[in-house]
């Protein structure tokens, strides 16, 4: 079963900066496994990112993805005071969708 | 406009069966390509898969959980149940169902999950 570890637990930035998120799978995939997920407290998670790199629907440009094989990136490329969240990335593998442990992103 | 919403017990009691209903619009379960899948998330932690159903009734189970788990749909209803047998504290949760995207790799459209608590 794949195993996916997300780096680092957390980043704390300030408005305007970038983010750069990570997450390394236990075994290669193809890119079209791979998503990006945002969750707020007390709400359920957003899907971002498919594909590796495509946006979801009304997902604002800011947001990017890359990465191919094991590793994988999400890119907040301007932060903004509503990014404040836990990002999960996700991959699909022999018929078992596996989550990572989530990055928490505090805006300063 | 796709919408899901969870329902079932706040609590029960260890060794209890837990069952769960998922009730969606804005899609059919009947349409080919279609797939709802059953996710839970413990106080503080990480995201879990638990199952999945698809509109030709293809069932998929996380295998540490298989034993235990039944997933049904029923498509007049709009209705994804989930059952879970011999509950267990470390089985609370928010349980949340999502739809499953066109290339059913990833979920995107989540309902807004049931808090499920395990205590005696």
């Known amino acids: 079963e794949i195993v996916l570890t997300q780096s680092p637990g957390t980043l704390s930035l300030s408005p305007g900066e970038r983010a750069t998120l990570s997450c390394r799978a236990s075994q290669s995939a193809s890119s079209s496994y791979l998503a990006w997920y945002q969750q707020k407290p007390g709400q359920a998670p957003r899907l971002l990112i498919y594909?590796?790199?495509s946006r979801a629907t009304g997902i604002p440009d800011r947001f990017s993805g890359s990465g191919s094989g094991t590793d994988f990136t999400l890119t907040i490329s301007r932060l903004e005071p509503e990014d404040s969240a836990v990002y999960y990335c996700?991959?699909?593998?022999?018929?078992?969708?596996?989550f990572g442990q989530g990055t928490k992103v505090e805006i300063k | 406009q796709v919408t899901l919403r969870e329902s079932g017990p706040a609590l029960v009691k260890p060794t209890q069966t837990l069952t769960l209903t998922c009730t969606f619009s804005?899609?059919?379960?009947?349409?080919?390509?279609?797939?709802v899948s059953w996710i839970r998330q413990p106080p503080g932690k990480a995201l879990e898969w638990l199952a999945r159903i698809d509109w030709d009734d293809d069932k998929y189970y996380s295998r540490s959980l298989k034993t235990r788990l039944t997933i049904s749909k029923d498509t007049s209803k709009n209705q994804v149940v989930l059952t879970m047998t011999n509950m267990d504290p470390v089985d609370t949760a928010t349980y949340y169902c999502?739809?499953?995207?066109?290339?059913?790799?990833?979920?995107?459209?989540w309902g807004q999950g049931t808090l499920v608590t395990v205590s005696s």
């Open positions: 996700q991959q699909y593998g022999s018929s078992s969708w596996t």
């Open positions: 594909g590796a790199s």
């Open positions: 999502a739809r499953m995207g066109a290339t059913r790799y990833y979920f995107d459209y």
């Open positions: 804005g899609f059919s379960l009947s349409t080919s390509g279609m797939c």
